[in-house]
Structure formats: C-alpha cells, structure tokens
C-alpha cells in the first residue's frame, strides 16, 4: 500500500519561543539529504529562517557502517540476501530521492557563498546561542492531555473488534497496532504535523498498511534498531497460534522471513512472547518452559534452545514477556506462573528468581538507568518496581484496575521520569517516578479518562510528547430484564448486549503542557472522540 508523502522522522528539538502546542513541523524538511535525518523545526514566529543544527545519530546509519566493515552479523546482511531488498520503497522514501535534484529555497540560494575559513569561524564564534534556542521536547502531565488525532472507523467494520495494545516505532515515524480481526496496522505520524500555521480540522488516521495473520496474534514487537531512513531495519516481528513468527516488511506490507520452533515431536509450536536484542542480532522468543533465541541473519529453525526450568528448578509456565536491560547484559523473562527470571544475555544462565505478583506477568519494561524495572500481571491491581541491586523483594508497588485476564500495557518515557499505564475502567494514569512519596513510593500526578471503554495499550513517542492509547475489550451479553411471572414475553432473548457500548479505537494525545485551543469542542465530541471524563480535560 501506498505511504503519505510527508517525511516519516520525528523531531528532536524546537525553537524556545514556540508555544508547545502540537507542533506543525517545517514542509522544508522533505527537501533535506535522504541520507540525514533531519530535525523538523517550525519556522519562527519573526519569518526568519532557523539556524541549522546537526542531526542526531539514528541506529540506521550504525547497521549500514558494520555491512561495510564484513560484519557476519550485520541485520543488513540478511535482509540483502536472505530476505530480499525491498522491490519498491515508500513513497516517504522517494520523496527525498526526488528532492535532491530540487532547487533550494530562495532565502537559501541567494546567500553568499562561504569559504571554509569563514564557515569555521561562523560556527566557533557562538556555538552557545545555538543550544540556547532550542531544546529538547519533554513530557508534562501538570495538565489533562489534548486530544490530537486518532483511529476509529477502521475498527467499527467487524463487531467486537477491539484493539489489543499500541507501539511506537523505535524512531517515532509510525505507530503500529494490534486488533481482534488478527490484522496488524501500521500508522503514519499525522500529516498535520508536517504542517505550518494553525490547523483547524484534524482528520482521522488511516492505515497505510495492514498485515493479516492466520489466528490470534500472541505477541508482535518493532525490530530494536528500526529506522524509516533505512528500509533493511524497518520490520516487524509477530507470532500467532500455530504459525511460525513472521518478519513484516514496515515499508511494503510483504512477509520477508519466517522463524520456525518444533517441539519434542517434531510439532510447530507458536512463540508466546517476542524481544529483539538491544543489538538487533538476536530474536528471543518465550515458550512454556523455553526462552529460543534466533540469529536474525539466518531465519528457519535453527536456534539455540535456553530451558528456565529443568530438575523441578527454575522458572516454569510459559514464558509471557522479554524485556533486556539498557545497561546490563541481561534480560528478564516474566510467567503465567507469576514468576520473574533474570538471565544473562550471552548464555542465559539464570541469576535471580523473583515472585511477588499475584497474577500470571503480563508485561515488563526497564528503566533507562538500567538498575530497575517494572512488571505488571493480569487480575492484578499493583504495578511491582525492582531493584537489581536489592533484588529480593519489590521496591515499592503502584495501583491500577486490571480485572480480566486482558494484557494492559504501560510504558516509560525516554527520560524516565514519567511511568504512564492503561486500565480495564479505561482510566490512564501518571506516575513521576523520579519523586517519592508517601511511604517512599510515587504518587500519581495525573489520571484521565480518553474513552468509558479499557484502555489497553498505552506508548510515549521517543522524541514527541505524543501519549498513545488503545482502547476495547472482549465483552459478553448480559441477561435481560424478566418481567413479572404473570405475563408472558415473547421474541426476548435471554442474553442481551444492547446496554454495552465498545469504543475500540487508537487515539493520540499532545502531552507538551500547553492545551491547544485549534481544536474546536464540536470535532472532539464526535463519536465520543477526545473527550475526558467530566468534559474535556478533567482531572479524575
């Protein structure tokens, strides 16, 4: 399927006099190098053009640098030979193909050209006001997020189908989902913001593809350095019961490799959880009983086969979510048996044993210090924090509704400050992590109410502070009303479900501290789209 034409790479910066409204980034991006990623500024208030900074190194240009130098374990090795390059690249990609034989702005051609001793000496001679007037975009919660954009309808088209989590690209160009039709959505940031001046309409987000799966889609997670700048690490991996885990090309929809696991005989067997390693080397995938780690340069069904319970020792269930820490080698592997392993990466000799949780762990994620993580479990009300350093018990715990055996997601942001999770009421709540307390644990700064249906799946954009929320659950009829024993009721059915309403829909919301008053109340109400409980942005 076709992309839209604006650039897919997220912005790292912003001039200090814009307000931090949901910014319009700068249309004179698609004009940049294909080979750089660029940082998108809105032009400044004052029609100025805006000091030019160096980007930020992305992961992308780091695979392509270890191909050149012949490393067998290159992920670009595989994805040239094995999996095949893509044929036809996104039309985001060939924008800035055709943009490079483009002229330059006029403000930019009429500039006189500088020699090289001129151009160092423009750059040595205030390199501090530069940093003065940009800084990084930061998460605020001191007020109820804006609704920004969302997804709705393309979910109403089958009944009962509810969205099953959310996750941003690790470079922040797409988001992709995961829904109860067992088809997997990728999305676009919003073309309005790619936009300059104020934007008075915001328009549903559509999917610019889809990749459909044979049965119920267990797990699926983005390659671990995914960048849209270049298309061999753009890729999605996905199990689904009784299929193999497929490798999804990000930019064409199209399966580009398989990952097979057989049991004792000689049976497929599907993966419950899927984790790439920081490095991108490595597939791990969480069976009952089995961690199997697979080389992403050589797909089929050779693996290496790590047990996490042998000798009625050890972790046992099945193995329902991997996280790796950021600053250890090892990684932590959480159970339906309501267990925590701690592994180590290289051969997965097991270090700890944690318990603590009360129901089978659902999800996990470390902390950017790489000294904690956080785990959450189904039919559970607690978050539970750890501590690697004091790994016997939890450091504190935070409250949360989850009442069904549904997955509910939570995630950090790239600071660590601010830990954000979903909730089977649908309230999502705000944790500053990086305060303590009464009794030395977090208070929540925030809670609020995107829809009156579970809010399953909650992710925080790596460079934007865009919160996304995913929103349905499974839901059964309720019995009707019987009248008195007297009377005699005919074509009633016993079970009824006129009474339950579904809102399974993604929706984004701007996080930046400033409300952004473009967006009119009368598109906010619309199918119940963007609003808070109480009316629009009130605290819970």
Known sequence: MKTPEEPPLAPDCLSSDQAPAPARLSSQASSMDKKTDPELMPPSPDGDDPPLTSPDPVPGPAVSQELEEGDPASLSTPLETGFGTPSKLSPRIEEQELSENMSLPAEETNRPELGSGEAMECVSEEPAAENKEYFTWNYSFSQPPQFFSGSWSEFRT??????????????????????????????????????EGEQLEYAEMAPVLRMVEGDTIYDYCWYSLMSSAQPDTSYVASSSRENPIHIWDAFTGELRASFRAYNHLDELTAAHSLCFSLDGSQLFCGFSRTVRVFSTARPGRDCEVRATFAKKQGQSGIISCIAFSPAQPLYACGS?????????????????????????????????????????????????????????????????????????????????????????????????????????????VLSFLPQKDCTNGVSLHPSLPLLATASGQRVFPEPTDSGDEGEQEVDIPLLSM?????????????????????????????NGQGRTEGGGGEFI
């Open 158 to 195: 089958q009944p009962e189908n509810f969205l099953k989590g959310c996750k941003w690209a690790p470079d922040g160009s797409c988001i992709l989902t995961n829904s109860a039709d067992n088809i997997l959505r990728i999305y676009n940031l919003p073309s309005e913001l790619y936009n």
């Open 336 to 444: 339906y048996s309501r267990s925590l392993g701690l592994y180590a990466w290289d051969d997965g000799s097991p270090l700890a044993l944690l318990g603590g949780h009360q129901g089978g762990i659902t999800h996990l994620r470390f902390h950017p210090d790489g000294n904690r993580f956080f785990s959450g479990a189904r039919k559970e009300n607690e978050l539970l924090c750890w501590d690697l350093r004091q790994p016997g018990h939890p450091l504190w715990s935070l409250s949360r509704e989850v009442t069904t055996n549904q997955r509910i997601y939570f995630d950090l942001d790239p600071t660590g400050q601010f830990l954000v999770s979903g909730s089977t009421s649908g309230a999502v709540s705000v944790w500053d992590i990086s305060v303590a307390g009464h009794e030395g644990k977090p208070e929540p």
């Open 498 to 526: 006129r009474h339950i309403r579904l809102e399974c829909q993604l929706q984004l919301w701007w996080c930046g501290g400033s409300p952004d008053t473009s967006i009119p109340d009368g598109h906010q109400g619309e």
